[in-house]
């Protein structure tokens, strides 16, 4: 947990330690901000301060959420995710292996093209399991049927 600095908001605080890993490279570009629950758990604070801490780094520019994909840094110094695209893949035996899906099962790729001042540096890839719909509870009819 970093020191507290006397004075600056709490969430504040936490906003400039998440900072300073995402230009450090603790975090790196185009990856998935750890989650709510984590930092919560890390740095001692409720949700609600958690959120508050995202929301300063959505706002500078530094991280974006997008819906059923999570909060992910898009900047890093002079480096910059220039476009994200997304796609569903079927796992292969390897992909099956690491994510502990079954061969077949449906995934989502996505790709971020990190651009610098010189252009194109690199491509980042993730891949994940689609998130399945809740099952139907108690008495709630089954389309299926």
């Given amino acids: 947990m970093p020191t507290p600095h006397y004075g600056q908001p709490r969430y504040r605080t936490i906003a400039d330690e998440l900072t300073g890993r995402i230009e450090s490279g603790v975090i790196p570009l185009g990856t998935l901000m750890p989650p709510e629950s984590a930092l919560t758990a890390e740095f001692h604070?409720?949700?609600g301060?958690?959120?508050q801490a995202?929301?300063?780094l959505r706002e500078a520019g530094i991280v974006a959420t997008a819906h059923g994909r999570g909060?992910?840094?898009v900047t890093h110094g002079t480096e910059a995710i220039e476009g994200?695209?997304?796609r569903q893949v079927l796992a292969d035996k390897h992909l099956s292996t690491l994510l502990d899906v079954p061969i077949g099962a449906v995934l989502i790729?996505?790709?971020h093209v990190v651009r610098?001042?010189?252009g194109a540096k690199s491509v980042v890839r993730s891949i994940?399991?689609?998130q399945e719909p809740a099952a139907n509870p108690g008495n709630a009819p089954d389309s299926a049927h």
Wanted: glycine fraction near 4%; charged fraction near 25%.
């Fill in 84 to 86: 994200s695209t997304e």
């Fill in 71 to 73: 909060t992910y840094v």
């Fill in 54 to 56: 995202i929301a300063v």
């Fill in 116 to 118: 610098g001042p010189a």
């Fill in 109 to 111: 790729e996505i790709e």
């Fill in 49 to 51: 301060t958690v959120r």
């Fill in 128 to 130: 994940r399991p689609v």
């Fill in 45 to 47: 604070a409720s949700r």
